[in-house]
């Protein structure tokens, strides 16, 4: 065992549920989806967003997702070999009740897949959560683990696969498998959603997904600050992904990121 890095509780690498994690939503009693069947039923039967991210957060539906992600925890990173590593799937994280949803892609390996929440303790996080506090969106710029009192009441943070993939590259089977859970999650937000943030093309292509019904013919193509109308109260707006890359190569700038949060947050009534 070793101890979390901010609260010096000792965890087992992967994290056992219901142990006293920061922002852990199961208990030791809650059912772990075996197959994609699994993932379905108990998918359809969440009725609240807690409920979803304690059932996320313990799913076993990916066999090859699941090795990954928990080898990667008793491996670690050198720089972070004296943690613990969550080495489970990471629920989506914010408001149950947000104006603006953020759509990801999957968590990293050393990042989401140690601290256990979504863009926290990696390079992406960093410039994603500055840029979410430049906007007024988030209550501090920085993310550096489960129990660093960031929080919101405005946004939510969601992706289609809540496992880390190795390279980044889930397969279309396991993306298949994780869509239920988004499904769940997003009839769950939908009605308090005024706008979406997609982060990347296929991001794009997810929240077009999600909001299939109110979906424009010819369907929007993706850009940054590209901006989809899905119909009345709905907006969609893309975004180059955060990555190292993209923000190392200034394809993506901080300015650019400020663009869409201030477009978001103007556009969801929550600018001043
Ligand atoms: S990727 Fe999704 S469906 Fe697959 S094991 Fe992880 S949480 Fe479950």
Redesign the pocket.
Same mark, same amino acid.
């Given at each position: 065992m070793l101890n979390h890095p901010r609260t010096g509780q000792p965890f087992d690498s992967p994290v056992r549920p219901g142990t006293g994690w920061p922002g852990d939503p199961a208990t030791p009693a809650t059912p772990p /989806?075996a197959d994609a069947a699994h &993932?379905v039923q108990l998918a359809d039967q969440s009725e609240s967003i807690p409920e979803l991210d304690a059932l996320?957060s313990v #799913? +076993? /539906? #990916?066999p090859r997702? &699941?090795s990954w992600r928990e080898e990667v925890a008793v491996a670690k990173r050198k720089s972070f070999a004296d943690q613990p590593y969550w080495g489970r799937?990471v629920p989506g994280w914010g408001s149950p009740t947000p104006r603006i949803v953020i759509v990801g892609l999957a968590p990293a390996a050393n990042g989401a897949n140690r601290t256990g929440r979504m863009f926290t303790g990696d390079r992406s996080g960093d410039q994603l959560y500055a840029a979410l506090h430049r906007a007024g969106l988030v209550n501090q710029p920085t993310s550096i683990d489960a129990a660093d009192g960031l929080d919101t009441s405005t946004i939510r943070i969601i992706a289609p &696969? +809540? #496992?880390a993939p190795p390279g980044n590259a889930?397969t279309t089977a396991?993306r298949n498998? #994780?869509a239920p859970?988004l499904d769940a999650e997003w009839q769950l937000l939908a009605p308090h959603v005024r706008v979406m943030v997609a982060l990347g093309g296929f991001a794009w292509q997810v929240a077009l997904r999600l909001a299939a019904e109110r979906v424009p013919k010819p369907k929007p193509k993706f850009g940054h600050r590209a901006v989809a109308e899905l119909g009345p109260g709905l907006r969609l707006i893309g975004c180059y992904h955060p990555s190292q890359q993209n923000m190392f190569t200034g394809r993506l700038t901080p300015a650019m990121l400020d663009d869409v949060f201030a477009d978001a947050a103007r556009h969801a009534g929550l600018a001043d």
């Open positions: /989806a &993932v996320i #799913c +076993r /539906a #990916c997702l &699941v799937p &696969v +809540r #496992c889930p396991e498998t #994780c859970w």
